[in-house]
């Protein structure tokens, strides 16, 4: 695997491939990588002849409140799984690499980015899309793989390509879960012993909406109540929202036809986790 | 030369042509095309092997007292006139090709917009932005050519290329004017013929301003006051800025060092004209 820190090095690199015929698969990160990340190497692997991954902890996508100095980072560890895991390139740059000059350009995406997180992230989105709209014109890949896990970013990322004619293919790949059905997150290593235990309702609530959902309930309101009732069973847990939208336009629905993206956001002790229910889409 | 109205099949075509091995040169206009677009053909001949030119009258960058419904349009001459300077390719698009879907993403440029037109044109150039990086993603030009008569828009940008690491060399052209000195714009045709013959101050202004600047002045105030005083000497003439600036930054200066940028705009009647003079900058 060849680990670059260079803009210029990936070019020349992405150039030489491109021209043998090769097709380019990216997967940005912010590394400390699971077995969530893992997959997308893999679902990149499937859809492209040379796979990329950057890892990049991205400052401008954080807020002030936020955790950008303290995100866990392990860029040894990341370089070895990504190695194991048929990755054929890594680009780790710096802050300095990615954002040299006083950067005045943001791409930005209105209206679907003000409700689930973005209502309580301002700015997180315009700080993810003008890092990926680099990343795309660095890597110009072919496919780019995004994580189902974080949904409202994939439905972001897929509006951002559609309206600039963004000449790349976005694929969302499934939420990995730990065997006890956590979602697997970089962001789980804030938890202690407790907190990961009590961390499992929120699959636990996005199970019972499956299940009534899949038994015929097509009441929005039922199904929110019913999730939002079995987080409240866990004490350590404090709903930040619990919403159930469609998944491409993520506009509030009251009552489900075909499909719905049930999405979460809780904080467990100090660590704000988000989890959600794709229902009725073949990711 | 070929003339195509949908994006896909710019992609098929300039994909061929870069199999091929050509380069390829992108020049974006509104169309009503003169010498000045022609002299960007010319430039983009001479830096890449396959000359692209777009004709979009790009209704978000006009502002809704703005002149987007009268702007002059012929797209007949204007695919005469590029087929007989060499150009390859013209795309046309309508509106609904551009934007098919309700348009939720935004590439805007902070800052260096918030002067000189775009403080007269608010929302200018977050239109011109996003349409020339959704055109940049259709043609995926190695290089691409604007006129400097509008240097603000030339170094706008260019600032969204170097923030967004597009992969294409922007290339600026110098302004051409008829015999008697008038910067060459779509917008003359709206100009009486004593409007036309008022519309010479502002190039009369600029030459004056170069040949004190040469003469060794170095002081911005002096050199603006000068400016204002041929300008405000045309009755029909009507300041909306008179500006001194890097040509880089835009930055607004006080003393000249190596290099400026004189910028003006003014409107003659109804019409609104811009021009300006590039000193010590090689364009």
Not at 232 to 243: F, G, N, T
Request: glycine share 6%.
């Amino acid at each position: 695997m060849i680990v670059v820190e260079k803009i210029s090095d990936v070019r020349e690199i992405v150039k030489d491939r491109k021209v043998q015929g090769m097709s380019i698969g990216l997967v940005p990160t912010m590394g400390y990588l699971h077995e969530g990340h893992l997959s997308l190497i893999k679902k990149a692997k499937e859809n492209s002849d040379f796979v990329c991954a950057s890892i990049f902890v991205n400052p401008i996508q954080f807020g002030p409140n936020e955790d950008y100095n303290k995100y866990p980072r392990d860029v040894k560890r990341d370089i070895k799984l990504l190695e194991d895991n048929g990755c054929d390139l890594v680009f780790i740059p710096s802050v300095e690499e990615m954002y040299p000059n006083e950067r005045l350009t943001t791409v930005s995406v209105s209206k679907i980015t003000n409700k689930l997180c973005g209502a309580y992230r301002p700015g997180h989105f315009d700080g993810v899309c003008t890092v990926v709209a680099k990343l795309f014109n660095i890597f110009t890949p072919d496919i780019a793989v995004f994580g189902q896990k974080d949904a409202q970013q994939v439905a972001v990322i897929k509006k951002m390509v559609e309206d600039l004619n963004m000449p790349v293919e976005i694929i969302a790949s499934p939420i990995v879960r730990d065997e006890d059905g956590l979602a697997l997150s970089s962001r789980n290593t804030y938890l202690s012993d407790g907190e990961r235990q009590a961390a499992l309702i929120l699959n636990k609530s996005l199970k019972e909406a499956e299940k009534i959902l899949n038994d015929g309930e097509r009441s929005v309101e039922k199904i929110i109540d019913t999730v939002r009732n079995i987080l409240e069973s866990e004490p350590l847990c404090k709903i930040q929202y619990v919403s159930c939208v469609h998944p491409d336009t993520l506009e509030d629905l009251k009552m489900i036809n075909d499909k719905a993206l049930i999405a979460i956001a809780c904080y467990i002790g100090n660590t704000r986790l988000i989890d959600n229910l794709l229902w009725g889409v073949d990711v």
